[in-house]
């Protein structure tokens, strides 16, 4: 009957074979041409949505080492415990608007532990697989008059999509708590009928155990509302801002302060990260693949062997005489800040200088700095990969592909990405990808994986930079600017090859080598002229496609045009900060 309906229906609203604004279909009558056009109505309409497939890793997540606190599922943040959930009951979902226009969904945490109470709903788009969670609390506080936790007064109501013509399943009700003198709300209720929710269904925290939080991604919005993640806005190794995980609904524009709060740890003899054994079982379980272009010419090589192959330091003022390096960099200067007194070049023998510069990948390996974020809830893993050449940069002006003389060399090349594991279980939630002088984080369920749980990194041709997938990445607008173009090969760096250079966490277990401690540039200033440069590809433009390119090209930062050697990893701000 229904299919009955919906040809009956196409008769009056699709346009016939031939008419002006439909197409023509050769071979086929009307009748068959209407009943395709209805299939693909159907087919669009009931599609499964990303969302619906509940993403998993690969390969189920290791059993790990033994230890104090980490992958034990709870964290103590002082007097209030918390864990980490990731399964959901839907309450609510709307199939339009937000990323990709597919709607968003709100689940509310299910399978919370005995003794926990809920902190607030979970929402996501749904142009990506279920994939998230939310941190639900217990007091265990010796206190009887100051407890961690408390209910809230009564409920406000934000936001209603009763009245809105959206493509939903049923009418919306976005609820802040009201939370008691001393206390703040940590996340929202979401109800599809009027009547406020149970003062017994959510918790808010005590204030000494909150911090200030901001927006982060977008999740959905219409008519002005909208719905962000929210994540502590202090974040680094000494941060104690803790990540909930819930969502914050505003309306009309940002509001400062939040309505709602992070958490915060309060608990400095907080035991979650890993110990010496289970950050070697991690990266034995999550280290990646490092592919690199198949035309690259300049490859990755181990610290040593480029100190060892003739690298050589140069100090201001006696620029005539400059120094071997020792093996390890023993004899290069210690601390400091970034003065411009001293610099690392290549050999000075041509033939050395050539050979050097291509790096050599077996030697590779990755430098790994372990560091607590997130007030301890999560591990983040930074994977440093060191180039002793960054190559001449290729440009792309809409069909025309050119390339430099000069535009992005520079002696020197650290790269990296970085891991991040939840504290509470062990599991890879996300890959940063470093990208010249920023970068990009990715979700487990949008990573591209091999043999189990290893992630698949691609580093750019001459730039190394890393991102996700294999393609183009264009570093500008319009179909004008660099290229970073990204490839499979035969040339792959296993990343779990490792050393393990810092580890605050663990004291003086892990010693850092002394090159680690060199805060000036690991190469010299490259003095060519980049109008000069940047005329050779003009030539072969005209006006405003011209213009267009010079404006990209002057804007972009002196990392990507590779003005001078870059500095070490522990001079760089994610060293003890968040990932940008």
Same mark, same amino acid.
């Given at each position: 009957?229904? $299919? ?20 023509? *279909? ?7 041409? %209407? *009943? ?30 033994? =230890? ?8 103590? %943040? ?46 996501? /788009?749904?142009?990506?697989? %279920?994939?998230?969670?939310?941190? $639900? ?110 969502? $914050?609904?505003?309306?009309? =524009? ?8 992070? %958490? ?41 062997? *480029? ?114 594991v939840s504290n509470f279980n062990g599991q890879l939630w996300g890959v940063y990808f470093s990208q010249h002088n920023k970068g990009e ?115 972009? /930062? ?23």
């Open positions: 009957m229904c $299919v009955v309906v919906g040809i009956i229906c196409a008769l009056f609203l699709w346009p016939t074979p031939g008419d002006a604004s439909g197409e023509k *279909f050769s071979g086929m009558s009307m009748h068959e041409n %209407l *009943f395709k056009k209805y299939q693909a109505h159907i087919f669009k309409k009931y599609q499964a949505l990303p969302i619906e497939t509940i993403f998993k890793l690969p390969a189920a997540t290791p059993v790990w080492p033994s =230890g104090d606190g980490f992958a034990s599922e709870i964290i103590d %943040l002082g007097g209030l415990q918390v864990s980490q959930i990731s399964t959901f009951n839907k309450v609510w979902a709307t199939h339009e608007g937000g990323p990709d226009n597919q709607g968003a969904t709100v689940f509310e945490p299910t399978g919370i532990p005995q003794g926990f109470f809920m902190l607030g709903s979970y929402s996501q /788009p749904n142009n990506k697989p %279920l994939f998230g969670w939310v941190l $639900v609390a217990k007091d265990v506080s010796s206190s009887t008059t100051n407890a961690t936790l408390k209910q809230p007064l009564d409920y406000s109501l934000v936001w209603s999509s009763a009245s809105l013509k959206i493509n939903q399943d049923n009418p919306a009700y976005v609820w802040l708590p009201t939370a008691p003198d001393g206390y703040k709300a940590v996340g929202h209720v979401v109800t599809t009928t009027p009547e406020k929710p149970s003062l017994d269904k959510i918790r808010c925290v005590r204030a000494d155990l909150t911090d200030q939080c901001e927006t982060y991604s977008w999740i959905w919005g219409a008519n002005g509302f909208n719905v962000y993640d929210a994540r502590p806005s202090n974040r680094g190794t000494q941060a104690c801002g803790v990540h909930v995980g819930t969502f $914050v609904a505003q309306n009309d =524009g940002s509001a400062s302060p939040l309505s709602i709060a992070s %958490l915060k740890n309060t608990n400095a003899n907080s035991k979650s990260m890993p110990n010496l054994q289970q950050i070697e079982a991690i990266l034995k379980a999550y280290s990646p693949y490092l592919y690199l272009h198949p035309d690259e010419e300049y490859l990755p090589s181990s610290v040593n062997w *480029f100190f060892s192959n003739g690298a050589l330091l140069y100090k201001k003022g006696q620029e005539s005489t400059p120094v071997r390096i020792a093996p390890n960099g023993t004899n290069l200067p210690q601390g400091g800040y970034n003065d411009g007194a001293y610099w690392l070049d290549l050999p000075a023998d041509p033939a050395d200088k050539a050979r050097v510069k291509k790096g050599d990948l077996p030697t590779a390996k990755t430098y790994i700095h372990v560091k607590q974020m997130l007030g301890g809830t999560f591990t983040d893993i930074a994977m440093w990969v060191f180039y002793p050449f960054n190559g001449p940069a290729r440009a792309k002006v809409k069909f025309i592909n050119t390339k430099f003389d000069r535009i992005g060399e520079h002696v020197g090349d650290w790269e990296h990405v970085t891991l991040r984080w990715v979700e487990a369920s949008r990573l591209e994986f091999q043999s189990g749980n290893k992630p698949v990194v691609y580093s750019s041709w001459h730039g190394h930079a890393s991102y996700p997938h294999a393609g183009l990445n264009l570093l500008g607008t319009d179909g004008i600017g660099i290229r970073d173009d990204t490839a499979k090969s035969g040339m792959v760096l296993d990343m779990g090859a490792f050393e393990l250079i810092s580890a605050e966490h663990l004291g003086s277990a892990v010693i850092e080598p002394p090159w680690l401690n060199y805060f000036r540039e690991w190469g010299p200033k490259i003095d060519y002229n980049t109008d000069d440069e940047l005329r050779k590809v003009e030539k072969i433009l005209l006006g405003k496609l011209k213009r267009q390119f010079e404006n990209i090209i002057r804007s972009l /930062p002196k990392e990507v045009l590779g003005e001078e050697g870059p500095t070490g990893p522990k001079v760089k701000n994610n060293w003890s900060g968040d990932e940008v």
